[in-house]
Nanobody, 120 residues
Framework: QVQLVESGGGLVQPGGSLRLACAASGTIFKINVMGWYRQAPGKERELVAT???????NYADSVKGRFTISRDNAKNTVYLQMNSLKPEDTAVYYC??????????????WGQGTQVTVSS
């Protein structure tokens, strides 16, 4: 059983910063991709950023230059540093672990979500 536990969400003023973290636990051999997605009210879930085990990174155009994704492979943890936050960044942020190799096969997992609210 693999679980993803997210932390770091909250309320911040426009222009402020937040750092999200997501730790995967369980008997994991390898996590190929880790990433962050977000879902605003009334909208579909969208990709924010992903990072592979080899360090290849992909960002949504809307966050390039403001958000930085990183991971600690030894700790199975992914981070999202969010700077220059805007009200339109308000959403529930979900952690994703993709193509996770465990003893019974390869699976994808999602965290429970953490609320990020950008408002004055």
């Amino acid at each position: 059983q693999v679980q993803l536990v997210e932390s770091g969400g909250g309320l911040v003023q426009p222009g402020g910063s937040l750092r999200l973290a997501c730790a995967a636990s369980g008997t994991i051999f390898k996590i190929n991709v880790m990433g962050w997605y977000r879902q605003a009210p009334g909208k579909e879930r969208e990709l924010v950023a992903t990072i592979t085990s080899g360090g290849w990174i992909n960002y949504a155009d809307s966050v390039k230059g403001r958000f930085t994704i990183s991971r600690d492979n030894a700790k199975n943890t992914v981070y999202l540093q969010m700077n220059s936050l805007k009200p339109e960044d308000t959403a529930v942020y979900y952690c994703n672990a993709g193509r996770v190799l465990i003893s019974t096969g390869i699976y994808d997992y999602w965290g429970q979500g953490t609320q990020v609210t950008v408002s004055s």
